[in-house]
């Protein structure tokens, strides 16, 4: 069983990160609200089964994630984080994997006082690419 989920917005990216190098997607899962949209490349936004698949995508590739908060502004019950995050490793097959970005997210306290992702946007800062 993973730890608890954040009681502060702080924390958030450091539960998230625990879960994810736990390797445990229900767990991770556990850090989003129902409903909430992640970005898994700029422009893309998904929610629900897709946003689950694509963030166990970035699980797959079997390499650690490290998240540093830059900056974390909160109202009420609302939170913008600013995290740099990176994926450095080997994968299953022993390539090399390294992936960073500045992640935007935003995270909501929910009735129970734990704190979720509303928006996981962890390529924030990156413009989308051009269109095919």
């Known amino acids: 069983m993973m730890g608890q989920l954040a009681d502060r917005a702080e ?8 879960r994810f190098n736990g390797g445990d997607r229900a767990a991770v899962a556990e850090v989003y609200e129902s409903g909430a949209v992640f970005v898994p490349e700029p422009g893309s936004p998904l929610t629900g089964t897709q946003a689950e698949a694509a963030n166990g995508e970035f699980m797959s590739l ?8 830059r900056h974390v502004y909160t109202a009420g019950d609302i ?14 097959d022993g390539r090399a994997v390294h992936i960073e970005g500045t992640a935007t997210d935003v995270a909501r ?9 509303v928006i ?11 269109a095919d």
């Not at 924390?11 to 625990?18: G, L, N, Q, R, S």
């Not at 996981?120 to 051009?130: L, M, S, Y």
Request: net charge negative.
């Open 11 to 18: 924390d958030v990216p450091a539960v998230f990160a625990d």
């Open 62 to 69: 079997g390499a650690p994630i490290t998240v540093r908060p």
């Open 79 to 92: 939170a913008l984080l600013i995290v740099d995050w990176n994926i450095d490793g080997m994968d299953h």
């Open 109 to 117: 306290r929910g009735e129970d006082g734990y704190w979720r992702y």
């Open 120 to 130: 996981d946007n962890p390529f924030g800062v990156e413009r989308p690419g051009p």
